[in-house]
């Protein structure tokens, strides 16, 4: 099969890549290397897929329309993993018109190429961060996403609703998966987990936002890429009503669209989540503690059930497991080992 990826080069991008490829695919990676984060790290993971001779790599951005078109019309991808975008909450507040140019502008050039030539599949990336303010747990998938607490949920929001518009258009079979903040090898150096790593091992004093008082519903990367993985192979087809399977299916009653967490739904705190990066390292961290920052939620918890339903898989890997796999690549990347 003929996998086009988005976002290849970035954390999550590469790791599916690299697990499509392991199974046999040919891929096409298509990732613009900005330079939100130090682009060092993303041609290194960029040169470990190019190692592949199922892999095919495009350097380009999704607001280059013409170059995304030629792109799919080239190669054709029967399965097509959009995960490109620019990511982080905070950033969002800085730079407000980078999410627009690359989500929703971004995401349209890619629906508007695929209008014409759709895939089997096609797989578009979210975030739980579209739960915003809600205050029921868990996050089920049926539950209102209307109260976007940054500009970074908004957009992802926007590309879910976009993307069920060409669903019901254009009959694009889509699958829009949430996922749960994601952390393992590979990660990017913005995240909490780089962070509080680089940190600790220089002596540096780790920073640690609502007085350590959070709590998230981790994933680690390879549960998340073995979820895509998975509903891949789970098409959505046309509700024939309103009363949807599961009880809780997202399943839309007019296109062949549905939205999935992947997420383990067992939320971890804060602290316990830096008791295990101190643990890994065998160093005890220096803490400051500070208020919530903008655009940030106290919890977050998903629902798996309908992941669990749909593909037979619920995200398990320990915190400590994960951790110590982030840890050991980490040491091994400053190394120049990775």
Request: charged letters at 20%; hydrophobic letters at 45%.
């Given at each position: 099969m003929r996998v086009l990826v988005t976002g290849s080069a970035g954390f999550?991008?590469?790791?599916?890549a690299q697990h499509f490829l392991e199974a046999g695919h040919e891929v096409v990676g298509y990732d613009g290397f900005t330079q939100y984060y130090d682009p060092r790290l993303k041609r290194?993971?960029?040169?470990?897929?190019?190692?592949?001779?199922?892999?095919?790599?495009?350097?380009?951005?999704?607001?280059?329309?013409?170059?995304?078109?030629?792109?799919?019309?080239?190669?054709?991808?029967?399965?097509?993993?959009?995960?490109?975008?620019?990511?982080?909450?905070?950033?969002?507040?800085?730079?407000?018109?980078?999410?627009?140019?690359?989500?929703?502008?971004?995401?349209?050039?890619?629906?508007?190429?695929?209008?014409?030539?759709?895939?089997k599949h096609l797989l578009v990336a979210s975030t739980s961060s579209v739960y915003g303010g809600n205050t029921e747990f868990p996050f089920e998938e049926t539950a209102r996403t209307a109260f976007p607490m940054s500009l970074y949920a908004a957009t992802k929001s926007a590309c879910e609703e976009i993307s069920h518009s060409y669903a019901h258009l254009f009959g694009i079979p889509t699958t829009c998966f949430r996922f749960f903040t994601v952390y393992g090898p590979w990660g990017r150096p913005d995240m909490a987990l780089f962070k509080f790593v680089d940190r600790i091992q220089r002596g540096e004093e780790i920073e640690i936002y609502g007085n350590g008082e959070m709590s998230r519903d981790f994933t680690f990367v390879d549960?998340?890429?073995?979820?895509?993985?998975?509903?891949?192979g789970s098409l959505p087809v046309v509700s024939e009503s309103n009363s949807v399977p599961h009880g809780r299916d997202s399943l839309s009653p007019v296109a062949p669209w549905r939205v999935v967490n992947i997420a383990g739904g067992k939320p971890v705190p804060l602290?316990?989540?830096?008791?295990?990066?101190?643990?890994?390292?065998?160093?005890?961290?220096?803490?400051?503690?500070?208020?919530?920052?903008?655009?940030?939620?106290?919890?977050?918890?998903?629902?798996?059930?309908?992941?669990?339903?749909?593909?037979?898989?619920?995200?398990?890997?320990?915190?400590?497991?994960?951790?110590?796999?982030?840890?050991?690549?980490?040491?091994?990347?400053?190394?120049?080992?990775a």
């Open positions: 999550i991008g590469f790791h599916t290194a993971r960029d040169q470990i897929l190019r190692r592949s001779a199922g892999f095919t790599p495009v350097e380009g951005m999704l607001e280059d329309k013409d170059l995304l078109t030629a792109t799919l019309h080239d190669h054709r991808p029967e399965l097509v993993i959009h995960l490109a975008a620019q990511a982080g909450v905070r950033y969002s507040i800085e730079n407000p018109a980078a999410y627009i140019n690359s989500n929703i502008q971004g995401t349209f050039n890619l629906l508007e190429a695929l209008r014409y030539r759709a895939p549960d998340l890429v073995e979820g895509i993985s998975r509903l891949s602290m316990k989540f830096v008791a295990a990066v101190e643990r890994a390292l065998g160093i005890e961290a220096k803490k400051k503690f500070l208020p919530m920052q903008a655009g940030d939620v106290v919890h977050t918890l998903a629902d798996p059930q309908l992941l669990t339903s749909l593909v037979d898989f619920t995200p398990s890997t320990p915190i400590e497991v994960g951790v110590s796999a982030f840890v050991d690549w980490y040491r091994e990347y400053q190394s120049g080992a």
